[in-house]
């Protein structure tokens, strides 16, 4: 990282919210945890050589009959819950990663050739748009995954994509019509620019900044899709790790008593959203000129 971001006014700023400061750390807890599960985590919760049914039910390692290494105890197939969180950030992480590349990449491209040429091109691909968010994201991606008769977490990320390009496009959209007026703009086309390198070199470099505030709050929002999807049981198979999947599992034992198998994968996934929008926030009034700080 360049030396000179340590003296910026983001940087500043940054050390003086606390939300945005906490948000970021427990983001990058789980990001480490999730990188590094297959260290960290006492058992591969999906390899069935770990996993023995005399781990059955297990309770936390502090209450009575629990057992070191399940800290968080076992659920009802003997898998560590500890480490099944892990490998479920690991999903929540990979799909809410792949839908922002996937997803942002379509909506900037279509959303700066909208903006930049206007005309039937902008009217066609913003009236898709509008199409695509007459339907819930949640709906366009159930239908989706119904149509296909596949799971896993390709076909995840595809489902959400299908409306998430929507955001970014409209985003960047806004964004290219103010700056495509710019001088500089105006002057690389006086000097016989191509439309490639007018778009390429000089408007989207400066028309991105929307595009990562769209992103930090996308993150958030897509995790969250993922866990629903998968609590419905049309998201990640049986056999990949997944939150939802965890919650949907544990919530038929949880009038049993077997409270920590819902307690403890949806304390992870509460967690990791609220630190990923404390952090998004931030950077909302980082980036946008027009809310002013208290100095």
Known sequence: MNKSFFKSKHWYNFRR????????????????????APMIAPQNPYDLTEVSLEHFLLPPVWMENGQMPFVFGTDD?????????????????????????LAGSAGVFLGMLSGYYGGRLDAFIM?????????????LALFFLGIMGQRGVTMVIIAICISGWVR?????RGS??????????????????????LLLKH????????????MAVDLAVVIGLEATLSFLGVGVPLTEPSLGMMIANGRDYVYTGMWWMVLFPAGALIMLVVGINLFADWLREELNPKISRKT
């Open 17 to 36: 919210e606390p939300g945005a400061v906490i948000g970021s750390l427990i983001m990058v807890l789980f990001f480490l945890a999730a990188m590094f």
């Open 203 to 214: 408007l989207l470099p400066n028309a991105l900044a929307p595009i990562f505030v769209v």
């Open 176 to 197: 290219t019509l103010g700056v495509k007026q710019e001088a500089y703009i105006m002057a690389a086309r006086a000097t016989g620019a191509s439309d490639p390198t």
């Open 77 to 101: 197939q003997g898998r560590d819950i500890f480490s099944t969180i892990l490998y479920g950030c690991r999903t929540s992480l990979i799909v809410g990663f792949g839908v922002l590349l």
């Open 127 to 139: 009236r898709a748009g509008d199409t695509v968010l007459c339907f819930s994201t949640s709906l």
């Open 168 to 172: 970014y496009a409209r985003t960047m």
